[in-house]
Nanobody, 122 residues
């Protein structure tokens, strides 16, 4: 049984940092591309950042480029998202997803965590 679990969310002030983590079990971790997606209240889910199976390829949505860094440790089966210079508009539930393709399409990811809340106050 596949389990994907996020952690690290919280309440911070604008300009501060958070580091999200995601662990995945029940799957061959290094054969899956991984992504971070987020959903704010009243808005559609959007892709935030992707990372390839090996970690050599990454991609970011324009609004977080230069502020967020995605990384993975295949030996520890862990995914991270370092979020710096947080803004109120980053407030959302952040989800970790695992799938066979390096894709911005949420439908490409069969495995999802329950999400972790990130709230940035102004």
């Amino acid at each position: 049984q596949v389990q994907v679990v996020e952690s690290g969310g919280g309440l911070v002030q604008a300009g501060e940092s958070l580091r999200l983590s995601c662990t995945a079990s029940g799957l061959t971790f290094d054969t899956y591309a991984l992504g971070w997606f987020r959903q704010a209240p009243g808005k559609e889910r959007e892709g935030v950042s992707l990372i390839s199976r090996s970690g050599s390829g990454t991609s970011y949505v324009r609004s977080v480029k230069g502020r967020f860094t995605i990384s993975r440790d295949n030996a520890k089966k862990t995914l991270h998202l370092q979020m710096n210079s947080l803004k109120p508009e980053d407030t959302a539930v952040y989800y970790c997803a695992a799938g066979p393709e390096f894709s911005w399409r949420a439908e490409s990811y069969p495995y999802w965590g329950q999400g972790t809340q990130v709230t940035v106050s102004s």
